[in-house]
Protein backbone atom coordinates (compact mmCIF):
# COMPACT_ATOMS: atom_id res chain seq x y z
CA UNK A 1 0.00 0.00 0.00
CA UNK A 2 1.27 3.58 -0.60
CA UNK A 3 2.35 5.72 1.55
CA UNK A 4 0.21 9.14 2.81
CA UNK A 5 2.69 11.63 2.98
CA UNK A 6 3.40 13.50 6.92
CA UNK A 7 1.36 14.27 9.29
CA UNK A 8 2.21 17.36 11.69
CA UNK A 9 1.38 15.71 15.14
CA UNK A 10 0.40 18.71 18.39
CA UNK A 11 -0.17 19.03 21.53
CA UNK A 12 -2.83 21.19 23.23
CA UNK A 13 -4.07 21.38 26.97
CA UNK A 14 -8.03 20.81 27.66
CA UNK A 15 -9.83 22.78 30.38
CA UNK A 16 -8.97 20.31 33.06
CA UNK A 17 -5.59 20.85 32.33
CA UNK A 18 -5.04 17.59 30.47
CA UNK A 19 -2.88 17.16 27.34
CA UNK A 20 -4.49 16.04 24.21
CA UNK A 21 -2.42 14.88 21.13
CA UNK A 22 -3.48 15.81 17.52
CA UNK A 23 -2.30 15.83 14.07
CA UNK A 24 -2.95 17.42 10.74
CA UNK A 25 -2.78 16.44 7.52
CA UNK A 26 -3.91 16.50 3.71
CA UNK A 27 -5.03 19.46 1.94
CA UNK A 28 -8.54 20.93 1.29
CA UNK A 29 -11.47 22.08 3.54
CA UNK A 30 -10.93 21.93 7.13
CA UNK A 31 -12.36 18.37 8.61
CA UNK A 32 -12.30 17.32 12.35
CA UNK A 33 -12.52 14.23 13.49
CA UNK A 34 -13.97 13.29 16.64
CA UNK A 35 -12.18 10.62 17.59
CA UNK A 36 -13.37 6.84 18.27
CA UNK A 37 -13.01 4.68 21.34
CA UNK A 38 -9.50 3.24 20.62
CA UNK A 39 -6.99 5.57 18.42
CA UNK A 40 -3.19 5.94 18.76
CA UNK A 41 -2.13 8.85 16.23
CA UNK A 42 1.28 7.64 15.21
CA UNK A 43 0.10 3.65 15.63
CA UNK A 44 -2.66 4.42 13.14
CA UNK A 45 -1.20 6.18 10.47
CA UNK A 46 0.93 3.39 9.14
CA UNK A 47 -2.34 1.17 10.06
CA UNK A 48 -3.71 -1.54 7.31
CA UNK A 49 -7.20 -1.11 8.72
CA UNK A 50 -7.15 2.98 8.88
CA UNK A 51 -4.47 3.90 6.05
CA UNK A 52 -6.49 3.89 3.00
CA UNK A 53 -9.59 6.50 5.26
CA UNK A 54 -6.45 8.83 6.23
CA UNK A 55 -4.85 8.83 2.92
CA UNK A 56 -8.54 9.21 1.03
CA UNK A 57 -9.76 12.32 3.14
CA UNK A 58 -6.62 13.76 2.74
CA UNK A 59 -6.94 14.23 -0.61
CA UNK A 60 -9.75 16.90 -0.58
CA UNK A 61 -9.71 17.59 3.22
CA UNK A 62 -7.18 19.46 5.43
CA UNK A 63 -8.01 16.06 8.19
CA UNK A 64 -7.50 17.57 12.17
CA UNK A 65 -7.75 14.12 14.22
CA UNK A 66 -6.97 13.38 18.06
CA UNK A 67 -6.37 10.84 20.49
CA UNK A 68 -9.06 11.27 23.40
CA UNK A 69 -8.24 11.61 27.12
CA UNK A 70 -5.95 8.56 28.43
CA UNK A 71 -5.99 7.43 24.78
CA UNK A 72 -2.62 7.00 22.18
CA UNK A 73 -0.44 10.09 22.89
CA UNK A 74 -2.97 11.83 25.09
CA UNK A 75 -2.17 11.70 28.44
CA UNK A 76 -3.38 8.41 29.85
CA UNK A 77 -3.56 8.70 33.82
CA UNK A 78 -6.94 10.35 33.69
CA UNK A 79 -10.35 9.22 35.61
CA UNK A 80 -12.80 12.01 33.85
CA UNK A 81 -14.44 10.56 30.45
CA UNK A 82 -17.90 12.08 31.16
CA UNK A 83 -19.16 14.00 28.12
CA UNK A 84 -18.53 17.28 28.91
CA UNK A 85 -14.97 16.28 29.65
CA UNK A 86 -15.04 14.99 26.33
CA UNK A 87 -16.53 18.18 24.56
CA UNK A 88 -13.69 20.28 26.27
CA UNK A 89 -10.97 18.10 24.57
CA UNK A 90 -12.84 18.72 21.38
CA UNK A 91 -12.77 22.35 21.78
CA UNK A 92 -9.47 22.80 22.97
CA UNK A 93 -8.04 21.05 20.11
CA UNK A 94 -10.87 23.23 17.86
CA UNK A 95 -9.47 26.17 18.89
CA UNK A 96 -5.35 24.90 19.07
CA UNK A 97 -5.89 24.10 15.51
CA UNK A 98 -6.62 27.69 14.47
CA UNK A 99 -9.48 26.98 12.08
CA UNK A 100 -12.24 29.48 12.47
CA UNK A 101 -15.06 27.70 10.84
CA UNK A 102 -14.56 23.69 9.46
CA UNK A 103 -16.72 20.55 9.08
CA UNK A 104 -17.18 18.37 11.66
CA UNK A 105 -16.64 14.16 11.29
CA UNK A 106 -18.45 12.52 14.28
CA UNK A 107 -16.61 8.74 14.11
CA UNK A 108 -18.71 5.70 16.47
CA UNK A 109 -18.43 6.89 20.18
CA UNK A 110 -17.68 10.52 18.69
CA UNK A 111 -21.46 11.37 18.14
CA UNK A 112 -22.35 12.88 21.41
CA UNK A 113 -19.49 14.97 21.63
CA UNK A 114 -19.84 16.58 18.08
CA UNK A 115 -23.84 16.55 18.32
CA UNK A 116 -23.19 18.88 21.83
CA UNK A 117 -20.29 20.97 20.68
CA UNK A 118 -21.52 21.86 17.14
CA UNK A 119 -24.91 22.36 18.93
CA UNK A 120 -22.89 25.47 21.47
CA UNK A 121 -20.88 26.55 18.36
CA UNK A 122 -23.24 26.97 15.36
CA UNK A 123 -21.04 29.67 14.11
CA UNK A 124 -17.96 27.93 14.09
CA UNK A 125 -19.95 24.25 12.29
CA UNK A 126 -19.79 24.59 8.57
CA UNK A 127 -21.35 20.56 8.02
CA UNK A 128 -21.65 17.47 9.95
CA UNK A 129 -20.80 13.94 9.03
CA UNK A 130 -21.75 10.88 11.03
CA UNK A 131 -19.93 7.44 10.40
CA UNK A 132 -21.04 4.61 12.16
CA UNK A 133 -22.05 7.04 14.98
CA UNK A 134 -24.96 7.68 17.02
CA UNK A 135 -26.80 10.49 19.52
CA UNK A 136 -26.53 7.87 22.18
CA UNK A 137 -25.90 4.48 22.59
CA UNK A 138 -28.44 3.43 25.30
CA UNK A 139 -31.07 5.76 25.72
CA UNK A 140 -33.86 3.21 26.30
CA UNK A 141 -32.10 -0.80 26.90
CA UNK A 142 -33.73 -3.37 27.13
CA UNK A 143 -32.95 -6.67 29.78
CA UNK A 144 -30.99 -8.17 26.82
CA UNK A 145 -28.95 -4.64 26.09
CA UNK A 146 -27.85 -4.17 29.92
CA UNK A 147 -26.65 -8.34 30.22
CA UNK A 148 -24.48 -7.86 26.68
CA UNK A 149 -22.99 -4.35 28.09
CA UNK A 150 -21.96 -6.34 31.69
CA UNK A 151 -20.35 -9.42 29.49
CA UNK A 152 -18.89 -6.99 27.37
CA UNK A 153 -17.60 -5.21 30.60
CA UNK A 154 -16.34 -8.37 32.21
CA UNK A 155 -14.33 -9.40 28.93
CA UNK A 156 -12.57 -5.98 29.16
CA UNK A 157 -11.86 -6.37 33.03
CA UNK A 158 -10.43 -10.23 32.24
CA UNK A 159 -8.69 -9.92 29.21
CA UNK A 160 -7.68 -6.58 27.77
CA UNK A 161 -4.30 -6.60 28.90
CA UNK A 162 -3.48 -10.23 28.44
CA UNK A 163 -0.30 -11.07 26.31
CA UNK A 164 -2.04 -13.15 23.57
CA UNK A 165 -5.53 -11.74 22.19
CA UNK A 166 -7.93 -13.74 22.50
CA UNK A 167 -10.32 -11.44 25.00
CA UNK A 168 -10.00 -8.49 22.56
CA UNK A 169 -10.55 -10.35 19.65
CA UNK A 170 -13.93 -10.38 20.64
CA UNK A 171 -14.13 -5.96 20.01
CA UNK A 172 -12.32 -7.02 16.56
CA UNK A 173 -15.04 -9.25 15.44
CA UNK A 174 -17.03 -7.10 15.91
CA UNK A 175 -15.76 -4.18 14.46
CA UNK A 176 -14.54 -5.38 11.33
CA UNK A 177 -15.89 -9.04 10.79
CA UNK A 178 -15.03 -8.59 6.68
CA UNK A 179 -11.23 -8.28 7.21
CA UNK A 180 -8.17 -10.50 6.58
CA UNK A 181 -5.96 -11.79 9.14
CA UNK A 182 -3.62 -9.37 9.12
CA UNK A 183 -6.11 -6.45 9.75
CA UNK A 184 -7.88 -8.60 12.35
CA UNK A 185 -4.01 -8.95 14.08
CA UNK A 186 -3.49 -4.88 13.83
CA UNK A 187 -6.45 -4.10 15.70
CA UNK A 188 -6.25 -6.83 18.35
CA UNK A 189 -2.68 -5.01 19.43
CA UNK A 190 -4.17 -1.43 19.04
CA UNK A 191 -6.66 -1.95 21.30
CA UNK A 192 -3.31 -2.96 23.94
CA UNK A 193 -1.28 -0.43 22.27
CA UNK A 194 -4.15 2.74 22.76
CA UNK A 195 -5.64 2.74 26.40
CA UNK A 196 -5.13 0.02 29.13
CA UNK A 197 -7.69 -2.46 30.24
CA UNK A 198 -8.79 -0.44 33.57
CA UNK A 199 -9.07 2.93 31.14
CA UNK A 200 -10.93 1.21 28.91
CA UNK A 201 -13.49 -0.13 31.13
CA UNK A 202 -14.07 3.48 32.84
CA UNK A 203 -14.19 5.05 29.48
CA UNK A 204 -16.44 3.02 28.31
CA UNK A 205 -18.77 3.10 31.54
CA UNK A 206 -19.03 6.71 31.28
CA UNK A 207 -19.43 7.15 27.29
CA UNK A 208 -22.91 4.98 27.73
CA UNK A 209 -24.16 7.46 30.00
CA UNK A 210 -23.41 9.82 27.49
CA UNK A 211 -26.94 10.95 25.39
CA UNK A 212 -27.15 13.99 22.97
CA UNK A 213 -30.15 13.48 21.02
CA UNK A 214 -32.36 16.58 22.48
CA UNK A 215 -29.95 18.63 20.83
CA UNK A 216 -29.85 17.19 16.98
CA UNK A 217 -33.01 19.82 16.75
CA UNK A 218 -30.52 22.59 17.05
CA UNK A 219 -28.21 20.99 14.18
CA UNK A 220 -29.45 23.43 11.16
CA UNK A 221 -25.91 22.92 9.06
CA UNK A 222 -26.48 20.61 6.43
CA UNK A 223 -25.61 16.83 7.84
CA UNK A 224 -24.78 13.77 5.77
CA UNK A 225 -25.06 10.30 7.68
CA UNK A 226 -23.28 7.34 6.28
CA UNK A 227 -23.41 3.82 8.07
CA UNK A 228 -22.96 0.39 7.92
CA UNK A 229 -26.12 -2.06 6.91
CA UNK A 230 -24.90 -4.93 8.82
CA UNK A 231 -22.59 -2.77 11.53
CA UNK A 232 -22.28 -5.12 14.75
CA UNK A 233 -20.72 -2.54 16.91
CA UNK A 234 -22.98 0.44 16.25
CA UNK A 235 -26.70 -1.18 15.07
CA UNK A 236 -27.82 0.79 12.03
CA UNK A 237 -31.01 1.76 13.51
CA UNK A 238 -29.18 4.37 14.89
CA UNK A 239 -28.42 5.78 11.84
CA UNK A 240 -32.19 5.93 11.38
CA UNK A 241 -32.58 8.02 14.53
CA UNK A 242 -29.94 10.74 13.46
CA UNK A 243 -31.57 10.74 9.85
CA UNK A 244 -35.49 11.15 11.54
CA UNK A 245 -34.10 14.11 14.33
CA UNK A 246 -31.65 16.24 12.46
CA UNK A 247 -32.84 18.94 10.53
CA UNK A 248 -31.00 18.79 7.21
CA UNK A 249 -29.48 15.42 6.39
CA UNK A 250 -29.06 12.76 3.69
CA UNK A 251 -28.83 8.85 4.90
CA UNK A 252 -26.36 7.29 2.84
CA UNK A 253 -26.36 3.05 4.00
CA UNK A 254 -23.65 1.51 2.93
CA UNK A 255 -23.70 -2.30 1.69
CA UNK A 256 -21.16 -3.66 4.41
CA UNK A 257 -20.91 -5.66 7.49
CA UNK A 258 -18.03 -3.96 8.80
CA UNK A 259 -18.23 -0.90 11.33
CA UNK A 260 -14.78 -0.14 9.71
CA UNK A 261 -15.25 -0.11 5.78
CA UNK A 262 -12.26 -1.76 4.03
CA UNK A 263 -10.58 -0.49 1.27
CA UNK A 264 -11.46 -3.94 -1.15
CA UNK A 265 -14.70 -3.05 0.04
CA UNK A 266 -16.99 -2.14 -2.54
CA UNK A 267 -18.69 0.17 -0.42
CA UNK A 268 -15.60 2.30 0.11
CA UNK A 269 -15.81 4.36 -3.08
CA UNK A 270 -18.95 5.29 -2.57
CA UNK A 271 -18.23 6.05 1.06
CA UNK A 272 -15.09 8.73 0.14
CA UNK A 273 -17.67 9.44 -2.78
CA UNK A 274 -20.15 10.69 -0.67
CA UNK A 275 -17.69 12.37 1.77
CA UNK A 276 -15.27 14.21 -1.01
CA UNK A 277 -18.93 15.36 -2.52
CA UNK A 278 -20.72 16.75 0.71
CA UNK A 279 -17.08 18.78 1.32
CA UNK A 280 -16.65 20.37 -1.82
CA UNK A 281 -19.17 23.29 -0.79
CA UNK A 282 -16.66 24.16 1.54
CA UNK A 283 -14.10 25.30 -0.90
CA UNK A 284 -10.41 25.27 -0.23
CA UNK A 285 -9.15 27.06 2.83
CA UNK A 286 -8.06 30.09 3.37
CA UNK A 287 -4.45 31.28 3.14
CA UNK A 288 -4.45 31.88 6.72
CA UNK A 289 -5.52 28.33 6.97
CA UNK A 290 -2.51 26.90 5.03
CA UNK A 291 -0.32 28.53 7.75
CA UNK A 292 -2.59 27.33 10.71
CA UNK A 293 -2.05 23.53 9.63
CA UNK A 294 1.90 23.80 10.71
CA UNK A 295 2.32 27.06 13.35
CA UNK A 296 0.67 27.67 16.58
CA UNK A 297 -1.76 30.03 17.49
CA UNK A 298 0.80 31.61 19.55
CA UNK A 299 3.48 31.78 16.23
CA UNK A 300 0.41 33.00 13.92
CA UNK A 301 -0.21 35.67 15.80
CA UNK A 302 3.27 36.93 16.35
CA UNK A 303 3.61 36.79 12.85
CA UNK A 304 0.69 38.67 12.28
CA UNK A 305 1.99 41.14 14.11
CA UNK A 306 5.17 41.59 12.35
CA UNK A 307 3.37 41.66 9.23
CA UNK A 308 1.79 45.12 10.66
CA UNK A 309 5.21 46.48 11.03
CA UNK A 310 5.92 45.76 14.26
CA UNK A 311 9.63 44.69 15.58
CA UNK A 312 10.65 42.28 18.24
CA UNK A 313 10.50 44.90 21.35
CA UNK A 314 6.62 46.15 20.05
CA UNK A 315 5.49 42.68 19.14
CA UNK A 316 7.15 41.17 22.89
CA UNK A 317 4.76 44.33 24.58
CA UNK A 318 1.89 43.86 22.50
CA UNK A 319 1.30 40.27 23.97
CA UNK A 320 3.17 40.75 27.39
CA UNK A 321 6.15 38.45 26.41
CA UNK A 322 10.22 39.05 26.81
CA UNK A 323 11.97 39.21 23.61
CA UNK A 324 13.71 36.48 24.10
CA UNK A 325 10.51 34.23 23.81
CA UNK A 326 8.81 36.56 20.82
CA UNK A 327 12.73 34.89 19.21
CA UNK A 328 12.34 32.00 20.14
CA UNK A 329 8.89 31.87 18.23
CA UNK A 330 10.37 33.04 15.46
CA UNK A 331 12.74 30.67 15.16
CA UNK A 332 10.19 28.04 15.55
CA UNK A 333 8.35 29.36 13.06
CA UNK A 334 10.63 29.57 10.52
CA UNK A 335 11.77 25.66 11.17
CA UNK A 336 8.13 24.85 10.57
CA UNK A 337 8.30 26.93 7.25
CA UNK A 338 11.59 25.70 6.04
CA UNK A 339 12.88 29.41 5.92
CA UNK A 340 16.69 30.11 6.92
CA UNK A 341 19.30 33.13 6.53
CA UNK A 342 18.28 37.04 6.72
CA UNK A 343 15.36 37.20 4.82
CA UNK A 344 13.64 34.29 6.65
CA UNK A 345 11.03 37.08 8.48
CA UNK A 346 10.45 38.53 5.55
CA UNK A 347 9.40 35.51 3.49
CA UNK A 348 7.32 33.90 6.20
CA UNK A 349 5.63 37.29 6.05
CA UNK A 350 4.98 36.91 2.22
CA UNK A 351 3.68 33.42 3.05
CA UNK A 352 1.09 35.14 5.34
CA UNK A 353 -0.15 37.68 2.80
CA UNK A 354 0.06 35.45 0.00
CA UNK A 355 -0.69 32.24 1.43
CA UNK A 356 1.56 29.73 -0.07
CA UNK A 357 1.57 26.20 0.34
CA UNK A 358 3.67 24.93 3.34
CA UNK A 359 5.18 21.45 4.22
CA UNK A 360 3.67 19.50 6.79
CA UNK A 361 6.38 17.72 9.28
CA UNK A 362 5.66 13.89 10.79
Same mark, same amino acid.
Given at each position: ??????QD?R???A?????? %?Y @??????????????W??????D?Q????????????R????????E?G??????D???????????????? %?????FD?????A?????????? =?????????????F =??S??????????????????? &???? !??????P??E???VF? *???????T??????????????????T? =?V @????R???????????L????????????R? &????H??????????????????R &???????E??????????????A??????A?A???????P???????L @??????????A???????? *???????N??? !??????? &???? %??????? %??????T?A
Amino acid at each position: MRGIGHQDVRFCRAPDGVRI %AY @AVHGDGPPLLVTTCWLSHLQHDWQSPVWQHFLRDLGRFATVVRYDERGHGLSDRDVDDHSLEARIGDMAAV %ADHAGFDRFAVMAMSQGGPVAIR =YAAEHLDRVTRMIF =YGSYACAMRDPTPEDLAMSDAI &NQII !KVGWERPTPEFRRVFT *TLMIPGATEEQMSWLDELQRVAVTGETA =YV @ARTQRLLADATDDLGRLRMPALVVHSVEDRM &NDFEHARTLATLLPDVRLVPLESR &NHIVLEDEPAWPVFVEEIEGFMAADGAPTASAALDRVLSPRELEVLRL @AADGLDNDAIAGALTLSVR *TVERHFQNLYG !KLDLTGR &NART %AAVARLH %AGAPVRTHA
